[in-house]
């Protein structure tokens, strides 16, 4: 069984489109992340969510909208994609905010905006 | 303002070699540190973490990562390096704000290549 799971794992799309990337985890974690790693594989949360309430918004524009319908999903929404969003989008998952709690990762959407 | 930095950006070692990937950090209060690494297409995988206690953390793979506070490092080694090692690492450090969100920092990852 997979932990964290998120589909699509590829999305190829063109400017200006909407997409969502679905994310589910099976671990029984109340804590929820979508990270983005860049083309240089650099890391950075976007989200976070603690028993489906938004504790951190890092500066991501407003096109960027994550949803939460219970605790074990955490879905993602891109309004009007742009060239520079292409990137590859990792859902991640933890038990509580506590700070020795690892996170478990999913395998990650590589979204490639043309 | 919590920071990780990963001074490589690749290691190169022969099979059978040890290897060490390096990571210093800098946070205010006490350092929670995680190593992770993601095969190529992949997600990232915990390997091991320091919380407290022994500075010598063991954990998957073989690996393991010697905390050390003076040099504020926490430097990734395995005895003897495979070939299936080879991937890219990433050293993150937990948010140690007073707003506990659970954000992990992370280093600018280190490929390692483990040659035959």
């Known amino acids: 069984d997979t932990a964290v799971s998120q589909t699509p794992k590829y999305l190829v799309t063109q400017m200006g489109n909407d997409k969502s990337i679905k994310c589910e985890q099976n671990l029984g974690h109340d804590t929820m992340y979508w990270y983005k790693q860049d083309s240089k594989k650099f890391l950075k949360i976007m989200f976070s969510y603690n028993n489906k309430e938004l504790i951190i918004n890092e500066t991501v524009p407003n096109r960027f909208s994550p949803k939460s319908p219970d605790k074990a999903h955490l879905n993602l929404h891109i309004n009007s994609l742009e060239l520079g969003d292409s990137a590859v989008y990792f859902c991640a998952s933890s038990q509580g905010t506590l700070r020795h709690a690892e996170a478990f990762f999913g395998q990650g959407t590589r979204l490639t905006v043309v | 303002a919590q920071s990780v930095a990963q001074p490589e950006d690749q290691v190169n070692v022969a099979e059978g070699n040890p290897l060490t990937v390096k990571c210093t950090y800098s946070?205010?209060?006490?350092?929670?540190l995680f190593w992770y690494v993601q095969y190529p297409n992949r997600g990232l995988q915990f390997l091991l973490k320091y919380i407290t206690g022994d500075n010598l953390v063991k954990g998957s793979y073989g690996f393991e990562a010697e905390f050390n506070k003076s040099q504020t490092s926490f430097h990734l080694k395995k005895p003897s390096a495979l070939v299936s090692d080879s991937a890219l690492y990433f050293c993150a450090v937990r948010d140690g704000s007073s707003s506990n969100t659970g954000k992990l920092i992370f280093g600018q990852g280190t490929t390692l290549q483990v040659k035959p």
């Open positions: 946070v205010s209060g006490n350092p929670y």
